[in-house]
């Protein structure tokens, strides 16, 4: 498995705005901090989030990206792709895969950090259907299609020459096989996930919640009492 140090290009493909700062912002910042050039791809625009139902969801797309953008900020991120999908309506399609397989072609990452491809039952929220399609259509952009030079071929017509990623680190597994120490991390984990205002309903409560998620991921995985960690299931790709 890759060390943070030695990621040059890191690109995440996550489904709704706030996905990634939930779940990997804490390394997101690590990788940034050590030079990293991270790029965040988001499949849809977070149309369907929120609580406040006044809002028209045109407007809401707009809310979201722009509050992704300021959270990015936060952790050391500048370079953010839009798909530009409708929240709820995500499907593993040759179209997702298409345009992914762009992503990782323009700018050719040693990892790519996702979602789970398959349904965990132990988890409704975190198997959303637009996580899972995501999942899927990012483990074929990685494998076959951004490596083969059949797939696709007007990418390469267009001058986007086949990417061989090395890993895929899977966000959300039962059973994970790298943890990340991000505790000195968590304060800019924490300020880019309030960025999301219009997603939280009780902020202090998330803050909680989230605190005590990467603490048990830290305990787990037999870190120092106090520490706070965010855990993958690294998936060799070479
Ligand atoms: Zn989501």
Redesign the pocket.
């Known amino acids: 498995m890759l060390q943070p140090a030695e990621i040059e290009r890191a690109l995440v493909v996550?489904?709704?705005?706030?996905?990634v700062d939930?779940s990997a912002a804490g390394i997101v910042a690590k990788l940034t901090d050590a030079g990293c050039t991270v790029t965040y791809c988001l499949v849809s625009d977070?149309q369907a989030?929120g609580y406040d139902l006044d809002i028209p969801r045109p407007q809401m797309a707009a809310i979201r990206r722009e509050e992704q953008t300021k959270a990015a900020a936060e952790v050391g991120v500048t370079d953010l792709v839009f798909l530009g999908r409708m929240d709820g309506e995500v499907s593993n399609d040759l179209s997702l895969r298409h345009d992914i397989t762009r992503v990782i072609r323009q700018t050719r990452p040693q990892i790519v950090i996702t979602?789970p491809p398959q349904i965990d039952v132990s988890s409704v929220?975190g198997s959303?259907a637009?996580?899972v399609a995501t999942g899927q259509a990012t483990w074929a952009a990685v494998y076959p299609d951004a490596r083969n030079p059949f797939a696709f071929p007007e990418l390469v017509t267009s001058g986007l020459e086949p990417w061989a990623v090395d890993e895929i680190w899977i966000i959300n597994q039962p059973q994970p096989n790298a943890t990340i120490d991000v505790t000195d991390q968590f304060d800019r984990k924490i300020r880019a996930l309030l960025c999301h205002v219009s997603q939280h309903v009780d902020p202090d409560r998330m803050v909680e919640r989230v605190r005590q998620w990467n603490g048990a991921n830290a305990q787990a995985a037999g870190l120092p009492a106090g520490s706070l960690a965010e855990s993958f299931f690294v998936a060799d790709a070479r």
């Open positions: 996550m489904a709704h705005p706030d996905d939930f977070g989030g979602h929220y959303h637009d996580h």
